[in-house]
T-cell receptor, first 116, second 114 residues
Framework: NAGVMQNPRHLVRRRGQEARLRCSPM?????VYWYRQLPEEGLKFMVY????????ESGMPKERFSAEFPKEGPSILRIQQVVRGDSAAYFC??????????????FGPGTRLTVL | KQEVTQIPAALSVPEGENLVLNCSFT??????LQWFRQDPGKGLTSLLL?????REQTSGRLNASLDKSSGRSTLYIAASQPGDSATYLC?????????????FGQGTILTVHP
């Protein structure tokens, strides 16, 4: 059973470009969470999604960031018009049941975004 | 607002020592608490999850305790090995309207030298 998959592992963008980060949850998991780890900072929650629904986006910046988890395919975290401050490691996690359950969240290897 | 603090920020010990990592949180109304390990440039590996109704969990050489009323958790590592070197993260799931959102501490960087 493959773990959480994220791609690309490393992504380089120039200021003003768009970044698309993909996350495929573990098989049988329908809950996805995105976290960001800025340099020298801890992991911060961004958004929690279930298939076709955003459950909690309280950690998402108000502008330029969006996330989706369609019925088919991976979850996508999209950052429009990237700026240098977006450079960070972005981690995706998944769980089988909802966050109110006893399930742990399983993390992917992360995508390291560098904005030049 | 939930805040999670981990002490110490870094720890260096010789192989074989038993050690304790500390985690404290400001709001005791938590749903569960997890300890993770993060290796450089890699993702997180879940070590132990303690539900709010539990006081401890054990896995191999690891033992995690939870004292919800005082807002504290400890991770005990017995007979440390060089392979234990990593950053250890404590994360709290606050539940309620914040369910799904893990709040992380800054981590403890552990180095076990031979």
């Amino acid at each position: 059973n493959a773990g959480v998959m994220q791609n690309p592992r490393h992504l380089v963008r120039r200021r003003g470009q768009e970044a698309r980060l993909r996350c495929s949850p573990m098989k049988g998991h329908s809950h996805v969470y995105w976290y960001r780890q800025l340099p020298e900072e801890g992991l911060k929650f961004m958004v929690y999604l279930q298939k076709e629904n955003i459950i909690d986006e309280s950690g998402m910046p108000k502008e330029r960031f969006s996330a989706e988890f369609p019925k088919e395919g991976p979850s996508i975290l999209r950052i429009q018009q990237v700026v240098r401050g977006d450079s960070a490691a972005y981690f995706c996690a998944s769980s089988r049941q909802g966050a109110r359950s006893t399930d742990t969240q399983y993390f992917g290897p992360g995508t390291r975004l560098t904005v030049l | 607002k939930q805040e999670v603090t981990q002490i110490p920020a870094a720890l260096s010990v010789p192989e074989g020592e038993n050690l304790v990592l500390n985690c404290s949180f400001t709001d005791s109304a938590i749903y569960n608490l997890q300890w993770f390990r993060q290796d450089p440039g890699k993702g997180l590996t879940s070590l132990l999850l303690i539900q709010s109704s539990q006081r401890e969990q054990t896995s191999g050489r690891l033992n995690a305790s939870l004292d919800k009323s005082s807002g504290r958790s400890t991770l005990y590592i017995a007979a440390s090995q060089p392979g234990d070197s990593a950053t250890y993260l404590c994360a709290v799931n606050a539940g309620g309207t914040s369910y799904g959102k893990l709040t992380f501490g800054q981590g403890t960087i552990l180095t076990v030298h031979p």
